[in-house]
């Protein structure tokens, strides 16, 4: 089918490995689980030269990729929970006290951007452990993010390969087909770690990390497109859960105010996934385009 241009995708792929060689997909499901599959046979694909050049050690020329190609990674810190900062009178010597619980609780949003303004799905990383409650909690939220866990809520080496090469990223490459790509990253250490730049090139990308003292270079993207972002973010925090109250039921402001603050720890969860989707949503592809113009990369 391949050599007659026919549109494949790696579920074709799957469909005719179970139909054609029943005995050797049973064999592989009797051992792993269904969702490895689809994985484990994008990986063959590309390691076997179609859709991308074989990876090599050499380094690519950004300079022969259409803008399309360039991508740039990053994360960005997103909270919930009680706020750490209250309205009170002036020169009250009451104590302002809140009750129950007041640190925030933390979340790691990493975002992908490419330099024609396309956006990738956020990648949320919540507080929690593998396998666990949180992470079933949060699985399938929405489809316009994808989640998962860490203990510090941080995108740690585990993360970064499970969630983001060999989740999000694997889905967008094996979906698009885009051709040879270039990832631009800082230097956090999950980021150039020599099995992640490996990984990352079994998907026809070339990792490019960003020298350090590359503030200036990185300002430009971390302005345009980060910042907008977060502005957008802090933005619907608390108007966004307040007009989600009002549509389920017809209370006053206090009373939502209320509830919101027994809010159960997956209902925040669940609503800082739909405000990150919507500020996401807010970011322009003319805003993007605009950073990368000004970054010069």
């Known amino acids: 089918m391949r050599r007659d241009d026919f549109p494949l995708k790696t579920s074709h792929v799957v469909v005719f490995i179970k139909e054609e060689y029943e005995d050797l997909a049973e064999a592989y499901l009797a051992k792993n689980k269904e969702e490895s599959l689809g994985p484990m046979i994008r990986r063959f694909i590309y390691q076997h030269g179609f859709?991308?050049?074989?990876?090599?050690?050499?380094?690519?020329?950004?300079?022969?990729?259409?803008?399309?190609?360039?991508?740039?990674?990053?994360?960005?810190?997103?909270?919930?929970?009680?706020?750490?900062?209250?309205?009170?009178?002036?020169?009250?010597?009451?104590?302002?006290?809140?009750?129950?619980?007041?640190?925030?609780?933390?979340?790691?949003?990493?975002?992908?951007?490419?330099?024609?303004?396309?956006?990738?799905r956020p990648l949320i990383i919540f507080k929690g452990q593998p396998d666990g409650r949180v992470e079933g909690e949060v699985r399938n939220i929405s489809s316009k993010v994808v989640t998962a866990v860490q203990k510090n809520a941080w995108v740690d080496?585990?993360?970064w390969y499970d969630a983001f090469i060999e989740g999000l990223w694997a889905s967008f490459v094996s979906d698009t087909v885009p051709g040879p790509l270039a990832l631009y990253l800082d230097n956090l250490k999950c980021h150039v770690l020599t099995e992640s730049q490996v990984a990352l090139a079994a998907w026809g990308t070339e990792t490019v990390p960003l020298p350090k003292n590359t503030t200036s270079v990185l300002q430009s993207l971390d302005v345009g497109v980060m910042g907008p972002f977060k502005q957008k973010l802090r933005a619907l925090t608390l108007s966004y859960?307040?007009?989600?109250?009002?549509?389920?039921?017809?209370?006053?402001?206090?009373?939502?105010?209320?509830?919101?603050?027994?809010?159960?720890?997956?209902?925040?969860?669940?609503?800082?996934?739909?405000?990150?989707?919507?500020?996401?949503?807010?970011?322009?592809?003319?805003?993007?385009?605009?950073?990368?113009?000004?970054?010069g990369l």
């Open 157 to 159: 080496s585990l993360g």
């Open 241 to 295: 859960e307040l007009g989600a109250l009002r549509a389920s039921d017809n209370m006053s402001l206090r009373e939502r105010l209320l509830k919101l603050q027994c809010l159960s720890a997956p209902d925040k969860r669940r609503r800082l996934v739909e405000r990150v989707a919507a500020a996401w949503d807010s970011v322009s592809e003319k805003s993007i385009k605009k950073a990368w113009q000004k970054a």
């Open 51 to 120: 859709s991308f050049r074989r990876p090599t050690k050499s380094v690519l020329s950004t300079q022969d990729l259409e803008a399309e190609q360039l991508k740039f990674a990053n994360e960005v810190g997103a909270k919930y929970s009680t706020p750490t900062r209250i309205i009170s009178e002036r020169g009250s010597k009451k104590a302002v006290k809140v009750k129950g619980r007041t640190r925030w609780e933390r979340a790691s949003v990493l975002l992908v951007v490419s330099a024609t303004g396309k956006k990738l």
